[in-house]
C-alpha cells in the first residue's frame, strides 16, 4: 500500500462499519462506509428458560439481541475481543472472548462447559456464517439457535463504484459481503482494486477474480480478528 492515497473502502454493516471506519482514521486512512449488506431485526421471542450460556459470532448479534431482551444475567461467549467487548458495553458482566473464529469459539464453550447447568443459546443471523452448533453438540451440550436478523444485500452508491480504482483496499468482513462485491464485479470489474479479507473463508468467494481481471490481488489475515485484517494495510 502507498501513503500517497489513503482511501479505502468498508463495505461491512452498520454499526460494525463505523467503528471500523473509527479505527481506519486514527491510523491515518480515509475510509468510505458504503456496507454491502444491511442487518434487518427478525424480532423473534426470547426465551431464555433453561439457557446457562449465551454464544456471540458477532456484533451484530450483540446489539440484535441487546434490542431484543432486556436479560444480562447470562453467562457469555464471544467469538473475539470486538464482540466481546460489544457485550460488556451492553451490560453483561461475564464475558469471555475465544479471539479467533467459530472453531475457537466452540473449542472455548467445550472448554468451559462442563460448569454449565443448562443449554448454550446461539442468537444470531438468519443464515449464520459458520457452524457453531455442531461441534458443541457433537460434544454433549445442550444448543439453541436463535435467528434474530437477516442480512440482505445491498448495491453501493453509483459513486462508490465510479471509484472502485480509486481505493487503495476495500475491506470484507463476512463470506456473504464477499458474494455481494463479487456479483457487483461482474457488472463493474476493478483490476485494480485489492481486497483484504478477514479470513480464508471471507476470501473463498473471490476465488478467480484476480485471474479474470476483475480485481486486483487477494489477501486474508492470518487469524480472524480485525487487528490482524488491519495490519494488512502495514506498509
Known amino acids: 500500500m502507498t501513503a500517497a492515497a489513503r482511501r479505502i473502502w468498508v463495505t461491512r454493516a452498520s454499526p460494525g462499519a463505523e467503528a471500523t471506519a473509527q479505527r481506519l482514521v486514527a491510523l491515518g486512512w480515509t475510509p468510505l462506509v458504503d456496507p454491502l449488506l444491511v442487518v434487518r431485526d427478525l424480532s423473534p421471542a426470547v426465551d431464555l428458560a433453561g439457557v446457562a450460556a449465551l454464544a456471540f459470532t458477532s456484533v451484530n448479534g450483540v446489539a440484535a439481541f441487546a434490542r431484543a431482551c432486556p436479560d444480562r444475567t447470562r453467562r ?13 458495553a451492553a451490560g453483561f458482566a461475564e464475558v469471555a472472548s475465544a479471539d479467533g473464529d467459530v472453531a475457537a469459539l466452540a473449542a472455548l464453550i467445550v472448554s468451559g462447559g462442563a460448569g454449565l447447568a443448562g ?19 457433537a460434544a454433549g451440550l445442550t444448543v439453541r439457535r436463535l435467528a434474530l436478523y437477516e442480512t440482505i444485500p445491498r448495491a453501493p452508491a453509483a459513486a462508490t463504484l465510479a471509484a472502485l480504482d480509486a481505493f487503495e483496499a476495500v475491506l470484507l468482513h463476512s463470506p456473504r459481503a464477499a458474494r455481494v462485491l463479487a456479483a457487483v464485479l461482474a457488472d463493474h470489474p ?23 481481471r476483475a480485481l486486483g490481488s487477494v489477501a486474508f489475515a492470518p487469524r480472524p480478528t480485525e487487528t490482524d485484517l488491519l495490519d494488512l494495510l502495514a506498509p
Do not use: I
Open 76 to 88: 457469555v461467549f464471544a467469538v473475539g475481543e470486538r464482540t466481546a467487548e460489544a457485550a460488556r
Open 119 to 137: 443449554a448454550v443459546l446461539h442468537p444470531g443471523a438468519l443464515d449464520p456464517a459458520g457452524d457453531l452448533l455442531g461441534p458443541l453438540a
Open 190 to 212: 476493478a483490476p485494480r482494486l485489492p481486497a483484504l479479507c478477514l479470513s480464508a473463508a471471507v476470501a473463498a468467494p473471490l476465488a478467480g477474480l484476480e485471474a479474470a
